[in-house]
């Protein structure tokens, strides 16, 4: 197999079980639903896992955690946000402090 | 409250967001090997960008097929029950199921999620809009400028995690959700030296268990 079709290979599935994995949350029936503890999950788990993908994107470098300007970003992005700024605003304050504190 | 326009303003500032980092999705995937329309077929089908970074990062270093495929797709798992979420949240039927699969990801599950009362449905189909466009066409940019914009250099990568730490904010609204956001940072913490990239993530899920106790 060349290089080329393997490449092409991993594209094309991982667009396949990605997209299953989407639309059978979509396909489950209501009823499943109707369990307040089901439900309460389902609530929560978003809250679970963007907290988590927060700390992997700013404290993670592959398996160590570090401390450094992406860190400083995110403190600048929550101070915006307590002061009620618009999302994109909190966005480019963290990406601002980052680059800033780079080109020190 | 805010009203339909702060949603719609929102929609397009994730999107511009997110484009931001699509730009250097598209240089990450030029820099791991994948041509131009590789890197756009993935922002294109896979639609999901943790997915999609952990795909080019495990091929760029030299991973095979298998094992690329299997932490994307790991990855990917978060939209299964964002999905759950989304069926009891919008009440879709028929064919509009199948789009808006395609468009359940972080960003427009936390929109809906976080909007206010009867705006859910204006949230996701803006923000996944916005953001279907945005990062398709930053993922070409990226990946045709790949080496000539230093994205490092201006920050980009500390925009993502504000951006998700922004989606997360409005869904912290009682004692519970914060115990578990709380809890989901700890967990991820504590386990990305142990684990392979793309698992503390998942782990950071079972922190829901925080939040159902009495």
Known sequence: MSGLSATWLAVLG????????????WLVPPRALEDPRVRRATVLLPVALLAGLVVVQVFAARRTLVLDARAAGLAAGALALLLRAPFLVVVVVAA??????RGL | MPGRGAVLRDALGIGLAVGAYGVSFGAAAATAG?????ACALSLLVFTGASQFALVGVLGAGGGVGAAVAGAVLLGTRNLP???????????TGPRRVLAAHLTIDETTAMATGAPPGLSGLAFWATGASVYVLWNLATLLGALGAGVVDTTALGLDAAVGAAFLG???????????????????LVAALAIPLTPPGVPVLLAGLAVAAGLRR
């Not at chain 2, 994948?34 to 590789?38: A, D, G, I, K, M």
């Not at chain 2, 964002?82 to 879709?92: E, G, S």
């Not at chain 2, 989606?167 to 940072?185: H, S």
Request: some cysteine; aromatic content about 4%.
């Open chain 2, 167 to 185: 989606l997360l904010a409005p869904q912290v609204r009682d004692r519970p959700a914060l115990a578990v956001a709380l809890g989901g940072a």
């Open chain 1, 14 to 25: 991982t667009a396949a079980l990605c997209f299953a994995l989407k639309l059978a949350g």
């Open chain 2, 34 to 38: 994948l041509s131009t329309l590789q």
């Open chain 2, 82 to 92: 964002y999905a759950v979420r989304l069926t009891d949240l919008l009440r879709l």
């Open chain 1, 96 to 101: 601002a402090t980052a680059a800033v504190l």
